[in-house]
């Protein structure tokens, strides 16, 4: 695998380079980012798979079993045993659904909401607890690169 070079400010590099390296960059950051994040995550008890997988349920609205494992990208067998676990812990909940009588959908239970929204505040602490040391103008440029990461992602 070839190296990528970092880009530096008033290097000219192709576009081709350019995009290389900041990928790599970015890449380098945000696997730091989230084991950064991570910690705040054991502090809630559940596994990340089962952070993942309450997450969709929260934030996403509740979802069969086929669309949850699609989503979490794992097998149905793998999903069913993480949604069993959910459910006995009491943050989940299994029910009809309204449109297919035949289809159960799998939602996030009020403690589930909480503890995910719980998680999501502690995160949140913990990136601004990071970012208040930066400048006004550094916080202007992280602002607008998590913009467009976030219109690129919706792509």
Known sequence: MPKVQ??????????????????DQLHSA????????????????????????LSVLVFGGPQTIGALARKEQVAAPTISRLV?????????????????????????SAAGT????????????????????LSTEELQTIAAASDLLAQLLRR
């Open 114 to 133: 909480r503890l995910m929204q719980s998680g999501r505040a502690r995160r949140v602490a913990r990136l601004q607890a990071l970012l208040a040391g």
């Open 6 to 23: 970092k880009v530096k400010p008033g290097r000219k590099l192709g576009a081709a380079s350019r995009s290389g390296a900041v990928a």
């Open 84 to 108: 069993d676990a959910l459910v006995d812990a009491g943050l989940a909940q299994r029910k009809p659904s309204r449109e297919d009588g035949r289809s159960i959908l799998v939602a996030a």
């Open 30 to 53: 945000a696997i730091h980012l989230l084991r950064h994040l991570r910690e705040e995550d054991l502090a809630l008890g559940l596994g990340p798979l089962q952070l993942s997988a």
